[in-house]
């Protein structure tokens, strides 16, 4: 298993030489006039959309048949039509299979979990979640059970009988499901809430399947995920490498499967395809974070520990 990390322009640097991939993670910048170090992010509006297009156009080369392209897109207001208007032209030449929102920040009982950043306008809510649209050249198969992100269910969608878990036997009491959560907090969101259930035995299981499906069951395109905070890392806008991860997952990345990140940043994405086995090239036109990433790599910090 190999992760790489290449420094220079993905518009160039994505070239036949760097062979297939299964399965594209990205999240190129939003211009939103971020400071990033070499790159800026504040590029007229019409030229931003088809930057995109020329970028993910070559992308688009370099997967496989089947591969999958998940990319992540926030915006800022009041222009909340770009990202949407990236993936309308995206859809020109792939097929928009899911959108997914990922969700920032949520509220369990009274426990937030995640931040946002409040606002304080008349005229806007504060925004919680971006967008992640997965793209394949032809619809695709995906691997609904592999999916383990369970930890932003409110009790009352475990107690409905056939929300999210259909007929499915799962009834901790309210006070179970608060120290199920707690119990979560404490282990770190990584580790699926239903496999802790399951390890309480809360979960009744008429076989290895069911169980499995009863572990991995949700299948939404709404994902929890607490964002990196800066405190180790040199960068302003990194995805969590749990959000990569369940990208991989819902792909169904098995053995030999390759990743590549266009926009690598400081590596997040890497260190998904890392903590799941897969081979995979990061590339990121900032000589700064690409160092950062590769630290990163060697340091093979815990997908969450990181941040503490
Ligand atoms: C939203 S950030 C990606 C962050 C990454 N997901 C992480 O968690 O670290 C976008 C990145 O794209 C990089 N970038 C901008 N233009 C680029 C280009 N033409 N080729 C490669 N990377 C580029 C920026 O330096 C920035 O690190």
């Known amino acids: 298993m190999e992760q790489q990390v290449i420094c220079g322009n993905c518009l160039e640097l994505m070239t036949p030489e760097l062979g297939l991939f299964d399965v594209i993670v990205t999240s190129p910048p939003y211009n939103l006039d971020i400071d990033y170090n070499t790159y800026k992010d504040n590029k007229e509006r019409k030229e931003y959309i088809e930057w995109m297009a020329a970028v993910f156009m070559k992308a688009k080369d370099l997967l496989t048949p089947n591969g999958s392209m998940f990319i992540n897109l926030g915006f800022g207001q009041p222009d909340l039509l770009l ?25 369990i009982g009274d426990e937030q979990k995640g931040s946002f950043t409040p606002n304080n306008s008349e005229k806007y809510l504060s925004n919680n979640f971006e967008y992640v649209f997965h793209f394949t050249k032809s619809y695709q198969k995906i691997d609904k059970n592999n999916m383990s992100n369970c930890w932003f269910f409110p009790y009352t969608y475990l107690k409905s009988s056939n929300m999210p878990l ?143």
């Not at 949407?84 to 509220?107: C, D, G, P, T, Y």
């Open 83 to 107: 990202p949407l208007e990236v993936a309308k032209r995206l859809s020109e030449f792939m097929v928009l299979q899911n959108q997914i929102a990922w969700v920032k920040s949520i509220r």
């Open 166 to 308: 259909t007929g499915l036997n799962f009834k901790p009491t309210e006070k179970e499901w608060l120290t199920l959560t707690e119990a979560h907090l404490e282990t770190g969101i990584n580790i699926s809430a239903m496999s802790v259930a399951a390890d309480k035995g809360w979960l009744k299981s008429n076989g290895e399947r069911s169980k499995k499906r009863r572990i991995y069951g949700p299948d939404f395109n709404r994902w929890a995920a607490e964002r990196t905070q800066k405190k180790t890392l040199d960068h302003p806008a990194m995805f969590p490498v749990e959000l990569a991860e369940m990208c991989l997952k819902v792909h169904g990345c098995g053995v030999g499967c390759r990743m590549l990140d266009p926009f690598v940043g400081v590596g997040s994405s890497l260190l998904a395809a890392k903590n799941l086995g897969l081979d995979a090239v990061g590339i990121d036109i900032d000589p700064k974070y690409v160092a950062e990433a590769r630290e990163r790599l060697v340091a093979d910090y815990g997908a969450w520990n990181e941040a503490k």
